[in-house]
Nanobody, 126 residues
């Protein structure tokens, strides 16, 4: 069992930055790929970024590529999402997810993540 707790959300002006964190419980953190999804008001949840077990490979949605960076610290059971050059359209609840699989379809198509956090709200004002 893995429990995920997100933090770091808040209100920021367009062009600003935020850093989200996701703390995971359990001793098997290093065996899970980790990722972030988001859900804006009135929209479906969408993939944002993912990172493999070692941190050596990543996936990004085109909408955030070049602005967001995902990273992980296995010794601290934590995954991060550094968000720069934020836009109003980045406003959403951001969810952390964990899964043992590492394929593009698993993450880009959100194919049944094993574990989810409860989310943290990011609001970007114009």
């Amino acid at each position: 069992q893995v429990q995920l707790v997100e933090s770091g959300g808040g209100l920021v002006q367009a062009g600003g930055s935020l850093r989200l964190s996701c703390a995971a419980s359990g001793r098997t953190f290093g065996s899970y790929a980790m990722g972030w999804f988001r859900q804006a008001p009135g929209k479906e949840r969408e993939f944002v970024a993912a990172i493999n077990w070692s941190g050596g490979n990543t996936y990004y949605a085109n909408s955030v590529k070049g602005r967001f960076t995902i990273s992980r610290a296995n010794a601290k059971n934590t995954v991060f999402l550094q968000m720069n050059s934020l836009k109003p359209e980045d406003t959403a609840v951001y969810y952390c997810a964990a899964d043992r699989r590492w394929t593009s379809s698993t993450w880009y198509r959100e194919e049944g993540m094993a574990y989810w956090g409860k989310g943290t709200l990011v609001t970007v004002s114009s």
